[in-house]
Every structure is written in structure tokens, then in C-alpha cells.
């Protein structure tokens, strides 16, 4: 069975049609990279799956039934920061774990965890109001680890990083993939990026967006960015979206 | 704070106006039946009732003069005292911000005066000044001097030393960087603090009104609870909430004429 | 640490500056009637003295302030209590909201002083009328802020925790509430001033104890003395009062103290 399937997915803002008639599925356990210009609708389409907006048109189901965030184990990374601004960086972690109605010991011990992961353990006592921009973003990220869901998606969310934390985040996103045999759906604007760690790209159009084209990306893992194959990957899909 | 539900916005519009409608209806209706009832029903008057009364006062006078008089005798000594507060509070505030001397000087008087509550003055006024006008401009004045002053000084104090800076690489004198730049900068500050003072010289003048006067819709509430006619009372008070409001809302508009510039960051 | 000893070190400075401005007018160089202005000498004598004496208003100072902080506290514990909750409910609720919001936009103006007369003829002389004066404006003002603080919540930490699975109550709970608290907060501050200020005046009409009574009486006996110590005591309280409310908020509201 399918993790994600979307059906004839349209959405409009008004006059403005954003999504339109959008299809296809996700794997269930794959890492799905989502690539396309500004404003196309890449967050739009996960703000639907989320239920954040209503669809016009078309479905989104989730283990071949409609979303249902209580049921089902989500987590999304936004782009913007969201970082409750009256949590410390540890109670910030610990929200997701606090929702799904985890022990109290399991929720001190995944956030301990998710914390080492992404490297903030000496902070946890901080707050929002003390941290720097990539530090926060950081700190949604173990959020959305604590909680090990089942459906992991991601809206640019290494953008703010340094290239050393970046790279780093990445291969521990792919170890984290692995081990939870989670399902990934990644947007981001860095092709690099999206070929280093996705098996598959979905390359979408301007508005009124639609999928341009679908890319497997069968190299093996762990990839070298300056092997040839991932080179001649990396221009095919630069390729694709030169337009932009 | 629900879904981000895609409603047309006229469609939300004149659903918050069907519920507004309603809910003054349940009101109205409410208080009606109140009015009707046993013990309660006694110190109620009928909301028709006050309604009435109201549109009456503009024509028949409530004790010695009609409700438009009454209005305008709070109006005036709301305006005297404010503006005694404006006039006193914003070159105080602006002394206190620009000159080092100034600071040192008033200060200490003013840090004295500032936390005191603007109606425990009534009495020092009634003595000072007697039980006339006097004594409600000096309490109307000192309640609103306290705001201004403090909006007054921080808004200056706190004009952006990146333009003061640059001015003054201009070759801007002393006097040039006051009118041109510490001024304009502290002017959303001054709105600001007249707007709060405002409210709370509104207040002081239906205190003062209350305690000792013989008109002024603070007079109105006072003498209605002397006759114990609850209809006057709430008379009253609909006129005071009723040109408090105006009053506010023209302050807002008039800050809104003058500091263009400055709403686009609200 | 340095710089706020400097500042305070500046306070005491202009107070002993006024005290003796103040002094060297009235004792020393007699600008002024004894009866318009008192020296501090006497004011502060007066002060010590009226604690324990209890002419001419037939109450100590003890009683009065007792009087007045019991119906303050009071009238503001109950307004805080029903007030913040509504205000919570009115602005996360849509029809609650719809309902309420008008009938409050006709309340707000009236100044809390306003009501006196009113709650007066409803409850005649007595604690309960004025009780009901520092209710009034408490609940409204704390309806006000706790509205404005939910309504504020971030759509964003909405989403976060609806994207986990929390319902519409939790996400009330775990979301909305905690981050309007310094909202919340202003709101009972503002409130606690005005309750303080609206009973004085209240005191001051109808009552025959309190801080307000003691000065409008003292007043009417042309005891300057007295309406100044009775003044320093109504700021003083008025003060000590903000400065709890400010601990509590320090406490309860964390993450903002870099603000």
C-alpha cells in the first residue's frame, strides 16, 4: 500500500489557483524530494496534507484513508520559526512527545535523545529568546525527531545552516530514515541537497502548478557529491528546472 | 483561533453583524424582563425607559440645563485641564530628554508626583482651590500631566541615535536636530500618551463632577443617585461612555492625520 | 549591579532633594500659610501619629488601610477570576465571540468610577456597592487583555501542535494560554491600578472607612497635614501592590525576561 496518495489535488487562494490537479503517490518508507520554483505551491500542498488549508478539490489520503492527525504520527517542519517563544529549548522538544501522550520517562528520554542528535544538549535549559536563527531551527527539527513519526515532512528546513551543520543534519536525517524506516517528503530549493539524500524528485511547474516531471534517483547510499553519476543527476535536474 | 477556513470575507462580515445585532437584542430583552420583575425590577428601570429619558434630556433639562449643556460644561473642564496637561507635560518631557540639566532638576519633583494615583488628589485640590472650576482643572491637569510627560520623554529620549548621528555628520546644530529630528520622532509617543492620559482625564473630570459640582454629566450620575432615579443614573452614564468614546476615537483619528508616516509600522 | 546601584543611589538622591526643597519652603523660609502647606516634619509626625490615633475620622490608619486593601482585593480577586477565563473562552470560541464581543464594546467606555452611583442605588452605603465598582472594572479590563493575548496566539504554534494531533481544548491549554500570559499579566496590572485608584475615589463619596474616606475627611477639616500623609499612604500601598503583582509575574511568566 501506498503511504501517501494524492488524488486530483487542487487548491486556490481566491482567484488564484495554486495546485491543480495534482496526483501522485509516495512509497511507503521512501524519501521523496519536492523541488520547484518560489510560490508554486510546495507548501501549500503540505500545509493541505496537514490540514492547515482546506482542499478545494482532489483527496490526500494517508494509509489509504483520509488524514487524521490524532491517529496518524506526523511531523512537520515548517519553514517559518515555531519555536514557542515561553518553552525552554528542552520543553520546546518535549511538546510533540507531551501531545501524543507518551510516559513522562519516555518523553524526557526521546527529547534527551533528539537533542544529542541535533547537538543542543548543553542549551536545553535556554530560551527562544537567547538562541540564534539556526539554533531554533534546530530545535524544531528534534522536535519533530523526538516523536519518531511515521510521515516526516520537511520545508527547506537546513536553510538557515551553516554547510558543516548541514551536511551533518543531512546524514543523520538519512541514518534516522533508515533506522525508523520513516516516510520523507523533503522540499527544497538546493538540487544538491535534494539529490544527495532522496530516492525519488518530483520536479514541479510554475503556478498553476503540476508535476513537471518525476526523477528516480537510484545511486547508492552513502553518495559522494562530486562522484560522476550524482553530477550528471544533479545537472539533469538543474536542467529541468533552468527556466525557473 | 479554528481552522484557516477559506470564508469570503463579506460572507464573515455580515455574519459578525447578524451576531452583533443579535446579541444587543438578547440585551435589550433581557433587561427588559429584568425590569419587569420582583425585588430586582424595582431599582430597574425599563431599558425603553432610559431610552427615553435620554432622547428627552437634549430637550428637557436634567436639573438646571439639558443634556448637550452638561456635555459640554464636562467637555470644557476636560479640555481646560487637558490642555493645561499638554501644555505643561510635553515641553517638560521634552526639557527632561534634551538637556542633562533639565533631567537633573526636574526629576526628583516628578518621581515624586508620578506614582501618585490622580484621584487622591481630589481633596489637595478641593483645598488649594476651592470647590470651583479651579480645583477641577488643577485635578484634570495633574492626572493627564503624568502620561504625557513620561510619553513625551521617552519618545524623545529614545529617537534613533542612528539619525541623530547622521545629522549631526550633516552639521546639524543643537537646535536643527531638536526640530527636525527628536521631535518628529517623539510624536507617536506624544499621540500615545495623549490617548492614555485622555482616558484617565475623562475619569477625573466625572470624579471631580461628582464630588462637587452642579452640572456636567458626571453631576447627572451623581444627582440621579441622590433621587435614587436609576434611570438618570444609567443616562448618565451612557452620555459619559458615550463622548468618552467619540472624544477617543477623535484623538485617533487626528493621530492618524498628523502621523501618517508612522502608521504603516502599526 | 553597578548601574542599578547608580540609579538607585540617583532616587534617593532627588527624594532627599525634594524632602529638603520642601522643607527649606515651609519651616524655614515660611513661603507659605502653615495651612495650605504643611512642612514634611509634620506631615511625616502626622503620618506616625495616625497610626494608632483615631480622631478626628474615628479610625486608626491601620483600620483604614486594612478597609480599603480588604474591599481592593476583593473586588479584584473576583473580577481577575471570572474575567480571565471569559476573556480566554470569548476570543477562542467564534460564537462565543460574536455574541459577547458587542455587549462589551457598550461597556468598556464607561470609566469605572462612573458605576458608583449605580451600584450604589443597587446596593446602597455600604462594602458591597463599592466591591462591586473594583469588580466591574476589573473584569472588564481582564476580559479586554486576556481576549487581545488569545487572539494574538501565533498561527504558527497552532499548527505545530495541531500537526501533532492535539485537539482544539489541548492546543487551548498548551498553546493559547501560556503564550497570552504576559498579556494576561498587563491586563491584571492595569486592572489592579485602577481598582485602587476607582475605590479611593469611591471611599472618598460614600463610605465611612478606608484610605479615601480618611482623606476626604480630613479634607473637610481642613487638616492639609492629613490629606498629604494620607496621600504618601495611598501611593505607597499603591506601589507595593504593583511591585507583588510584578514578582508574580516574573514567576509565573518565563521566557520574556530578556524582553
Redesign the interface.
Known amino acids: 500500500m501506498n503511504k501517501v496518495e494524492v488524488r486530483n489535488l487542487t487548491k486556490s487562494f481566491g482567484d488564484l489557483l495554486v495546485l491543480d490537479d495534482v496526483s501522485f503517490d509516495v512509497k511507503d518508507g521512501e524519501f521523496l524530494a519536492i523541488v520547484g520554483p518560489t510560490g508554486c505551491g510546495k507548501t501549500t500542498f503540505l500545509n493541505s496534507l496537514t490540514q492547515i488549508y482546506d482542499i478545494d478539490s482532489g483527496s490526500i489520503l494517508l494509509n489509504g484513508e483520509p488524514v487524521n492527525l490524532k491517529k496518524h504520527s506526523l511531523a512537520y517542519i515548517m519553514q517559518e520559526y515555531s519555536t514557542m517563544s515561553w518553552l525552554n529549548v528542552r520543553q520546546n522538544v518535549q511538546f510533540g512527545l507531551e501531545i501524543k501522550g507518551f510516559s513522562r520517562k519516555e518523553v524526557r528520554e526521546k527529547a534527551e535523545r533528539a537533542l544529542e542528535l541535533v547537538g543542543l544538549t548543553q542549551f536545553r535549559d535556554y530560551y527562544p529568546n537567547q538562541l540564534s536563527a539556526s539554533m531554533l531551527q534546530r530545535v524544531a527539527i528534534a522536535r519533530a525527531f523526538a516523536v519518531q513519526p511515521d510521515l516526516l515532512l520537511m520545508d527547506e528546513p537546513y536553510g538557515q545552516l551553516d554547510l558543516e551543520l548541514r551536511f551533518k543534519l543531512e546524514d543523520e536525517l538519512l541514518n534516522l530514515w533508515r533506522k525508523l524506516g520513516t516516510t520523507v517528503i523533503f522540499i527544497t530549493h538546493n538540487i544538491e541537497e535534494a539529490v544527495y539524500l532522496s530516492e525519488r524528485i518530483l520536479v514541479l511547474s510554475n503556478k498553476p502548478t503540476a508535476i513537471k516531471e518525476t526523477i528516480e534517483n537510484r545511486l547508492p547510499y552513502p553518495r559522494s557529491v562530486t562522484s560522476e553519476a550524482f553530477v550528471e543527476l544533479r545537472n539533469r535536474v538543474t536542467a529541468l528546472i533552468k527556466w525557473w | 483561533?479554528?481552522?484557516?477556513?477559506?470564508r469570503s470575507f463579506a460572507g464573515s462580515r455580515t455574519?459578525?453583524l447578524v451576531?452583533?445585532i443579535?446579541?444587543?437584542v438578547?440585551?435589550l430583552a433581557v433587561w427588559h424582563l429584568v425590569s419587569l420583575g420582583g425585588r430586582i425590577g424595582k431599582?430597574f428601570p425599563s431599558p425603553f425607559l432610559v431610552i427615553r429619558d435620554f432622547a428627552n434630556a437634549f430637550v428637557h433639562a436634567i436639573g438646571r440645563n439639558t443634556m448637550l449643556e452638561h456635555i459640554f460644561f464636562s467637555l470644557r473642564r476636560v479640555l481646560v485641564g487637558f490642555g493645561l496637561g499638554v501644555v505643561v507635560g510635553i515641553p517638560l518631557g521634552l526639557v527632561m530628554a534634551c538637556s542633562k540639566a533639565g533631567r537633573a532638576f526636574f526629576?526628583?519633583?516628578f518621581?515624586?508626583v508620578r506614582?501618585?494615583?490622580?484621584?487622591?488628589?481630589?481633596?489637595?485640590a478641593?483645598?488649594?482651590f476651592g470647590l470651583g472650576e479651579q480645583s477641577k482643572y488643577f485635578l484634570i491637569c495633574m492626572t493627564a500631566l503624568v502620561g504625557i510627560t513620561m510619553q513625551t520623554f521617552f519618545g524623545a529620549l529614545y529617537a534613533d541615535p542612528v539619525l541623530i548621528g547622521a545629522a549631526r555628520m550633516l552639521g546639524a546644530g543643537k537646535f536643527q536636530l531638536f526640530v527636525h529630528i527628536i521631535l518628529p520622532s517623539a510624536i507617536p509617543n506624544i499621540f500615545a500618551g495623549l490617548q492614555g492620559s485622555f482616558?484617565g482625564a475623562?475619569?477625573a473630570v466625572?470624579?471631580a463632577e461628582?464630588?462637587r459640582s452642579d452640572e456636567g454629566t458626571?453631576w447627572i450620575?451623581?444627582n440621579?443617585?441622590n433621587y435614587?432615579n436609576?434611570a438618570q443614573?444609567?443616562v448618565?452614564?451612557v452620555a459619559?461612555?458615550?463622548v468618552?468614546?467619540i472624544a477617543?476615537t477623535l484623538l485617533k483619528a487626528l493621530e492618524r492625520r498628523l502621523c501618517a508616516w508612522n502608521i504603516q509600522g502599526k | 549591579m553597578k548601574k542599578r546601584a547608580k540609579y538607585l543611589l540617583l532616587s534617593l538622591f532627588s527624594l532627599g532633594l525634594f524632602i529638603f526643597a520642601w522643607y527649606l519652603v515651609t519651616d524655614i523660609l515660611h513661603t507659605f500659610p502653615a495651612q495650605a502647606l504643611p512642612s514634611p516634619t509634620k506631615v511625616v509626625l502626622t503620618l506616625v501619629k495616625k497610626f494608632t490615633k483615631k480622631a478626628p475620622d474615628g479610625g486608626t490608619l491601620f483600620q483604614h488601610i486594612w478597609a480599603s486593601l480588604k474591599l481592593a482585593l476583593y473586588g479584584f480577586s473576583l473580577g481577575a477570576v471570572i474575567g480571565i477565563p471569559v476573556g480566554i473562552l470569548m476570543a477562542w470560541y467564534r460564537k462565543a465571540d460574536l455574541l459577547v464581543t458587542p455587549i462589551f464594546h457598550f461597556l468598556r467606555p464607561i470609566p469605572p468610577i462612573a458605576w458608583i452611583p449605580l451600584m450604589l442605588v443597587f446596593f446602597g452605603i455600604g462594602q458591597t456597592a463599592k466591591a462591586a465598582v473594583i469588580f466591574v472594572s476589573t473584569v472588564t479590563n481582564c476580559i479586554l487583555n486576556s481576549y487581545i493575548g488569545i487572539k494574538q496566539t501565533k498561527d504558527v504554534h497552532v499548527w505545530v501542535a495541531r500537526t501533532f494531533g492535539a485537539s482544539n481544548g489541548r492546543i487551548l491549554f498548551k498553546v493559547a494560554i501560556p503564550s497570552a500570559l504576559p498579556m494576561v499579566f498587563a491586563g491584571l496590572s492595569l486592572s489592579m491600578n485602577l481598582a485602587w485608584m476607582s475605590l479611593v475615589a469611591a471611599e472618598m463619596l460614600a463610605a465611612d472607612k478606608g484610605l479615601g474616606y480618611m482623606i476626604q475627611y480630613a479634607r473637610m477639616m481642613a487638616r492639609v497635614d492629613l490629606v498629604i500623609a494620607g496621600m504618601v499612604m495611598i501611593t505607597i500601598i499603591g506601589a507595593i501592590l504593583n511591585r507583588i503583582l510584578s514578582a508574580v509575574e516574573h514567576a509565573v511568566v518565563k521566557g520574556r525576561h530578556m524582553q
Do not use: D
Request: charged content about 10%; hydrophobic content about 60%; some cysteine.
Open positions: 483561533m479554528n481552522r484557516k477556513k477559506k455574519e459578525a451576531y452583533g443579535l446579541s444587543l438578547i440585551l431599582f526629576m526628583p519633583l518621581s515624586i506614582p501618585i494615583p490622580g484621584l487622591a488628589w481630589i481633596p489637595l478641593i483645598l488649594w482616558a475623562w475619569c466625572i470624579a461628582m464630588i458626571g450620575i451623581f440621579g443617585m435614587a436609576t443614573v444609567i448618565g452614564m459619559i461612555g458615550l468618552g468614546l477617543s
